[in-house]
């Protein structure tokens, strides 16, 4: 809808179509076209040729931190303690009836607010040593932290990466991200350490390749995060 001074746009966007960051992609190209600016690169389509980046990595270049990505097998129940030697095992939430329950738990921060948790959690990851003293968290690493806190307890996570980056598809218009398993804390400054920790195993091509070769299994996540806050910044 054209007015005197915008305009409104109205999208739906179908995750077989594309995912957060293709929609993020598609809002700054127009947002740049409406105000008359150099759109930049042209988005890619080339899902083929993504994929076929994805396959050109070794899946037996190794690195330690891979397997803190992928739950599989008898381990898919368990969530390592880190006070003590022991396991904790953690059942997903039941309905009567014996199936799976779902909680759905929202909040609102302001950009002040979220600056300031973050600001907090960070100091307090440096404290037990979570985090290197010259690092901070991220807004996302603090969100997803704060929503690990709805459990009170060690939750099985996957959260979705978007792997655009890692092989060099920035314009990629679609789908490019995969899920990584997470082990979290019950607290929320081991949780934030976590996130901000062993995703870092995903910034490589070859674990991509690994991944893609690894037996699957059902789903056994309790909390799946996801975060779109780049879609709200078409620029």
Request: hydrophobic share 40%.
């Amino acid at each position: 809808v054209d007015f005197d001074d915008g305009q409104l746009l109205l999208i739906s966007f179908a995750q077989g179509l594309a995912d957060a960051c293709g929609a993020a992609l598609f809002l700054r190209t127009w947002s740049r076209l409406h105000r008359g600016e150099d759109p930049g690169q042209e988005p890619s389509h080339a899902r083929t040729a993504l994929e076929a980046k994805v396959r050109a990595g070794d899946p037996t270049r190794l690195e330690t931190g891979f397997a803190l990505l992928h739950r599989c097998g008898d381990d898919a129940g368990v969530v390592p303690d880190r006070e003590s030697p022991r396991q904790v095992h953690v059942s997903p939430p039941s309905q009567p009836g014996g199936l799976p329950g779902v909680m759905m738990a929202s909040f609102v921060l302001s950009a002040d607010r979220l600056e300031s948790e973050a600001a907090e959690l960070s100091e307090t990851c440096r404290q037990r040593r979570l985090i290197f003293n010259s690092e901070e968290l991220s807004a996302d690493e603090t969100m997803f932290a704060g929503c690990t806190q709805f459990m009170q307890k060690a939750v099985r996570a996957s959260m979705f990466v978007d792997y655009r980056a890692v092989f060099f598809a920035e314009t990629h218009f679609g789908n490019a991200r995969g899920l990584v398993d997470l082990d979290l804390p019950a607290d929320a400054a081991g949780a934030a350490g976590v996130l901000h920790r062993h995703p870092a195993a995903a910034r490589s091509r070859d674990f991509w390749a690994w991944k893609r070769v690894q037996p699957s299994t059902a789903p056994m996540a309790e909390l799946f995060l996801w975060s779109w806050r780049d879609i709200g910044d078409p620029e």
